[in-house]
């Protein structure tokens, strides 16, 4: 068994003799310097090759990643802009207006339909997005229910809806802030992912220089000849593609942390103060419905809120002409709603009632459309930013590696003949 | 018409009273700001007894001094009642989804006090809309000055609160589905039923049919929706709630006999006395069926013909 694995003792020491001969003495060294130089060259090409794909499938998981947390986020928003719209057509009592019955609709039907995209592009999501698709069921049919009850008169209804409201915050609204919080966490993953990439290119770019400078060193000593022509070509390439690689990975780099610091914390800042907002509108309608008890509610909406002007004041502050009109309609909004609190407290609960189903939801609407239009514009730049970033990159991916080719070449051939001259 | 003219005539006494209510050698009633810290677990009131019905239901005599009552003169002073009233009540407390109103039974007992006070309800009230469990609290904070929300009289309720004579006699029942085996509550033991937290039917439940498995909500609407959801076999509450929910769902009936004795009366804050009596001498008005008051509130709101009103009593002696 073991006399076929092992080499007989003759013909190891033959191997290890001629082993010994191939790289014994000046020719032997020389040898053993081609070999180093084509693999430094060959090296540095890979690690090119790898550090730009690196960073392009990092910035590629960024993009999708951000694109899921942005289709997450959509979800949330619908459904909160839905359920907003059912508890404030309850309100008006009677049958609920065409207009909010649509939107609650929309709301639906888009949630749904996002839902279906993100667990279609995701499957690590897929379950729990399964999940918070059987709520929208359940919560649909409570609210078919809660309508038909009104639609006789029963008061029931309220029951079936305040269910409905319950059931959408306690079970599908927080696994989806959970998965929220996941695709952040994916987006940073992928960041620091790319932020690695530049390592791989350094290693590469120095043992090449290192390995094809002190080859020419030794050959300048040996040879006499003070410049070998194919390595100073390998050298000069190396160098060359390696800066300019470097160099667009720095760039790319820049363009990603910068696109980090605006684009997504803008998305990702408004997609929240519009979710958060949506929320408040429905607390606003809650605690009129309650009737005396919502405090809880009420308190709720100083909160949500405040979320709110903190998210836009700051987005108004780093952003453009989108995020001031969002601020100020929602502004309009608070002046408004403060005049329904003061309606209910002052014990005028139909003005409240009034003012709550009107000009509430018309300054409510404009700071929707104006939030919704910024939302796009930013995500889409998101988008751009992040496409472009990562665009260069795998061109430069394969340049490097051929360059690392033809370095690899060059440096065959400046030693091959130095060789020779030993034969 | 009489009684349009009686309640001017209170509210000219009324605000006689406040006047005199604010020079200080005239000791009073005490207000409601000094009224007990709120607690859920209360000792029963001293020398009242569930068993002995004339024990538990006798409230304060609609005394001589009723009309110069300081709670009255600052509920007139402030323009409004605050009622503590359902919202979820079908024909005691309910808010009609197509007019948006909230109306029942408890809704015109409360509009009668107003219109005693204020000369008209209208605009006079504020319903302030309460589950079952908010109702002492809320007395007991002043939050609101009088509770009308199918609330039953018992000794250990008198010890956080007041109440009027009995307005209103019902009893706890059971609400099943149409084609359920059970003829009566015993016959749900080791089942699941609903019942609303602070209400006196899951008391109830909970010392005579312990072996039933309760499910408590804070609202008793919910259990309706448990109900028509299948995630209970039944509703143990007052008749009053249980016929409003079986005229929601034709599925859904009441068995068995009335299993306790409900009597209603209308909730105040323990230390508004004056006001108790001030309320009680409107009963006694509109219980009397030569008034007709309470005959015309019955019959706009209940089917079947009239009982007999329930007797008042007014032996509790006062603080």
């Known amino acids: ?423 | 018409m009489r009684r349009v003219i009686l309640g001017v005539l209170a509210a000219a006494v009324l605000v006689a009273g406040c006047g005199a209510g604010s020079t200080p050698q005239l000791p009073r009633v005490a207000p409601s700001s000094s009224s007990p810290a709120p607690s859920s677990s209360a000792p029963p009131a001293p020398g009242c007894d569930d068993n002995i019905y004339k024990s538990r239901v006798a409230s304060y005599a609609p005394g001589a001094s009723w009309a110069d009552s300081a709670t009255v003169a600052k509920i007139k002073s402030r323009g409004v009642l605050r009622a503590g009233v359902a919202a979820d009540n079908l024909l005691f407390g309910h808010r009609n989804p197509i007019t948006g109103v909230i109306e029942g039974f408890d809704i015109d007992v409360v509009n009668e006090v107003a219109k005693a006070i204020f000369g008209t309800a209208s605009g006079h009230v504020e319903y302030v809309v309460e589950n079952f469990a908010q109702r002492i609290p809320d007395l007991q904070s002043g939050k609101v000055d009088i509770v009308a929300d199918i609330m039953t009289i018992n000794c250990a309720r008198w010890g956080q609160i007041a109440f009027s004579t009995v307005y209103f006699q019902a009893g706890q029942q059971v609400l099943v589905r149409k084609n359920a085996p059970y003829k009566n509550i015993a016959d749900l033991n080791g089942r699941k039923v609903c019942t609303a937290k602070g209400s006196t039917g899951n008391e109830n439940v909970k010392s005579l049919y312990p072996q039933v498995r309760r499910v408590i909500v804070d609202n008793i609407s919910d259990c309706m929706v448990l109900f028509q959801q299948g995630s209970v076999e039944g509703i143990v509450s007052d008749n009053t709630v249980l016929n409003g929910f079986a005229a929601q769902d034709p599925y859904a009936q009441i068995v068995g006999p009335k299993f306790t004795n409900e009597p209603y009366g209308l909730g105040f804050n323990k230390a508004n006395v004056d006001f108790v009596r001030y309320v009680n001498a409107l009963l006694a008005k509109w219980l009397d069926p030569k008034d007709g008051t309470w005959a015309a509130i019955y019959h706009k709101w209940l089917p079947g013909p009239l009982p007999n009103p329930p007797s008042t009593n007014f032996d509790r002696p006062l603080p």
């Open chain 1, 1 to 423: 068994m073991t006399s076929t694995l092992a080499a007989p003792p003759q013909t190891r020491q033959v191997v290890v003799r001629a082993a010994r001969n191939a790289f014994a003495g000046t020719p032997g060294r020389l040898r053993l310097a081609g070999i180093a130089t084509v693999l430094a060259c060959l090296v540095f090409g890979l690690f090119a090759f790898v550090a730009a794909t690196t960073r392009a499938n990092a910035l590629a998981n960024a993009r999708a990643d951000a694109a899921q947390l942005v289709r997450v986020q959509s979800i949330r928003t619908n459904l909160v802009f839905a359920d907003a719209n059912l508890t404030n057509a309850f309100l008006v009592g009677g049958l609920e207006p065409p207009s909010a019955r649509a939107a609650y609709e929309q709301g639906i039907a888009t949630a749904s339909k996002t839902l279906a995209d993100a667990a279609n592009d995701s499957t690590a999501d897929a379950k729990v997005l399964g999940n918070v698709n059987q709520v929208i069921t359940r919560y649909t049919g409570l609210v078919e229910s809660a309508r038909a009850n009104n639609r006789l008169g029963y008061p029931l209804g309220a029951a079936y809806l305040r269910q409905a409201t319950n059931l959408l915050r306690s079970d599908a609204l927080p696994p989806l802030a959970a998965l929220g919080q996941t695709e952040q966490a994916r987006v940073n993953h992928a960041y620091s992912d790319s932020a690695g990439a530049t390592a791989w290119l350094i290693a590469g770019l120095v043992i090449a220089l290192v390995v094809l400078l002190v080859t020419q060193v030794w050959l300048s000593v040996r040879t006499r000849r003070t410049f070998n022509p194919p390595l100073v070509i390998a050298t000069a390439l190396v160098l060359v593609i390696g800066i300019a690689v470097a160099g667009v990975l720095a760039w790319s780099q820049g363009k990603a942390k910068d696109t980090r610091g605006g684009a997504y914390f803008a998305t990702l800042g408004l997609a929240t103060a519009r979710i958060d907002a949506f929320d408040a509108k429905s607390a606003e309608s809650l605690a009129l419905i309650a009737r005396g008890q919502g405090q809880a509610y009420n308190a709720s909406f100083d909160n949500l809120s405040a979320n709110v002007s903190a998210v836009l004041d700051d987005a108004a502050r780093r952003g453009g002409a989108d995020e001031k009109a969002a601020q100020e309609r929602f502004r309009d909004y608070l002046a408004v709603h403060a005049r329904v609190r003061a309606a209910d407290d002052g014990g005028h609960w139909d003005d409240a009632v009034k003012l709550a189903t009107g000009q509430a939801n018309t300054v409510f609407q404009n700071f929707s459309d104006a939030s919704g239009t910024a939302l796009d514009r930013r995500s889409a730049q998101l988008r751009r930013n992040l496409s472009s970033a990562r665009s260069p990159l795998p061109a430069f991916a394969w340049i490097g590696l051929i360059a690392g080719v033809a370095a690899a070449i060059a440096a065959g051939l400046g030693v091959a003949p130095r060789l020779r001259e030993y034969r």
